[in-house]
């Protein structure tokens, strides 16, 4: 069996134990993602913007950072780029992949982002990523600035594989994730 398809499979298997979650648990998680930033922020001091995500199918939404911290949010371009503009104000649009997010003419640089939280439909202890397969993160992490940022992962417990993911070539690992259970970073 392909890479290909080995990871076709185990996005039907994390989608279908996503949709098990509760309330609960994603408010956990969420709970959990703001004790990790003002970690971080203590660590760190200043920080800039907190590159974050437009939560869809179930996804672990952490929009309410917007309450105490500068955001961003990516925009998919149609040449598979991923570009992160500051969320202020302003209507969202959509993007090339039919997600909401800003529609600034300026993107923000790898030097203005202080850190990466992006959705998964899994994550392993290798700290292999399971998304939906459109490479963006990977793409965006291939260039060694991105790759120097911290990149979490963010999602329930019951979506951590036990056992590692499928990896391809060009998957590069997160620098943790977080869960309603753990902060693994």
Request: proline share 5%; hydrophobic share 35%.
């Amino acid at each position: 069996m392909i890479i290909f398809e080995k990871k076709k499979l185990e996005r039907e298997m994390f989608r279908k134990l996503r949709y098990e979650n509760s309330y609960y648990q994603w408010k956990n998680v969420e709970k959990n993602v703001k004790l990790y930033v003002e970690l971080f922020i203590k660590e760190f001091k200043n920080i800039s913007y907190i590159a974050i995500y437009w939560p869809l199918k179930n996804e672990v939404d952490i929009r309410s950072l917007k309450e105490n911290f500068s955001l961003a949010l990516p925009r998919c371009k149609d040449n598979k780029e991923l570009l992160f503009y500051p969320w202020d104000e302003k209507p969202l649009k959509k993007d090339s992949e039919g997600i909401l997010s800003p529609d600034n003419s300026i993107s923000l640089s790898h030097k203005e982002i202080s850190i990466i939280f992006v959705p998964c439909l899994s994550v392993d202890k290798n700290l292999i990523r399971l998304g939906y397969g459109g490479g963006y993160f990977d793409k965006l992490r291939g260039d060694s600035n991105w790759r120097d940022i911290p990149c979490i992962g963010v999602l329930t417990s019951n979506c951590v594989s036990k056992i590692p993911l499928t990896r391809a070539e060009w998957d590069i690992p997160l620098s943790g994730f977080i869960t309603e259970k753990e902060i693994f970073v």
